[in-house]
């Protein structure tokens, strides 16, 4: 199928689509890539999550979209804005993978994982089910969100296409 309608998410970006547009992001590695839709008047957003909490930003001034804790609730007031009802919403997501073997414990080289975790935390926070994940392991990623069917596309070189 070809698409003109694709609206690229970079890393440490957030965008809202609708109409039937596809959000895509590319190297989701340990970054999370989130969904979040709302059926009913078929507004999608998606973030590119890079690291859990900007308690960890070291500048005053950050881009938010960059950590979880802060681009999901501008997602979702930026998805409102655009006339989608927050109690509607759903979410998928993906990435949040370990891409390195570390000998140590550390919590702090677990990326992908508390990637995962911080952005469970902001969907219940904000009572947003999560349908469906395709996180963890130790591979790369690229997805497509399609704002009219509500669909999630991963490919991977080691696991090839997957529809959540």
Known sequence: MIVDNVVKVGMADLKV???????????LGSCVGLTLFDERCKVAGMVHVMLPTSEIAREASFNI?????????????????????????????AGGAQMFAFTTGSD????????????KRMLQRFNIPLLSEDTGLNY????????????????SVQQGVKEI
């Open 17 to 27: 689509a609708a109409g039937g547009a596809i959000l895509k992001t590319t190297g």
């Open 65 to 93: 979209a960059k950590y979880a804790d802060t681009s999901i609730p501008h997602l979702i007031e930026l998805m409102r804005q655009e006339g989608a009802e927050p109690a509607r919403f759903v979410a998928k997501m």
């Open 108 to 119: 702090t080289m677990r990326i992908g994982p508390r990637n995962v975790e911080s952005c």
């Open 140 to 155: 790369g990623r690229t997805v497509e969100f399609n704002s009219m069917s509500g669909m999630l596309t991963i490919r």
